[in-house]
């Protein structure tokens, strides 16, 4: 089993920014792949950013450069810069992590409201 910590998020306002950070632990495997996906209510859970397991970097298109993420391979841990925050990046954003199969952070709400 793998267990999530995971910080960060919050409320802020548009054009702000906010960090996220996930750290794993228990059974990791390695190589493993992690990063970030979101969901709103009612919604489907949609990819963000994350790191694959031949530690490429990739983003989803509505990223558009205003997210950075970093990684502590040592420590297991994957943490994302989210700049330029629009409203419709509201969301709950979950950590995962995937070697022999995939993991689920417990989630954290940002929201980007005025």
């Known amino acids: 089993q793998v267990q999530f910590v995971e910080s960060g998020g919050g409320l802020v306002q548009p054009g702000g920014s906010l960090s996220l950070s996930c750290q794993g632990s228990g059974s990791i495997s390695r190589p493993y792949a992690m990063g970030w996906y979101r969901q709103v209510p009612g919604g489907q859970r949609e990819f963000v950013a994350g790191?694959?397991?031949?530690?490429?970097?990739k983003f989803a298109n509505f990223v558009s450069g205003r997210f950075i993420i970093s990684r502590d391979k040592d420590k297991n841990t994957v943490f994302m810069q989210m700049n330029s925050l629009k409203p419709e990046d509201t969301a709950v954003y979950y950590c995962?992590?995937?070697?022999?199969?995939?993991?689920w952070g417990q989630g954290t709400q940002v929201t980007v409201s005025s």
């Open positions: 995962y992590l995937y070697t022999e199969k995939l993991y």
């Open positions: 790191f694959t397991s031949g530690d490429e970097t």
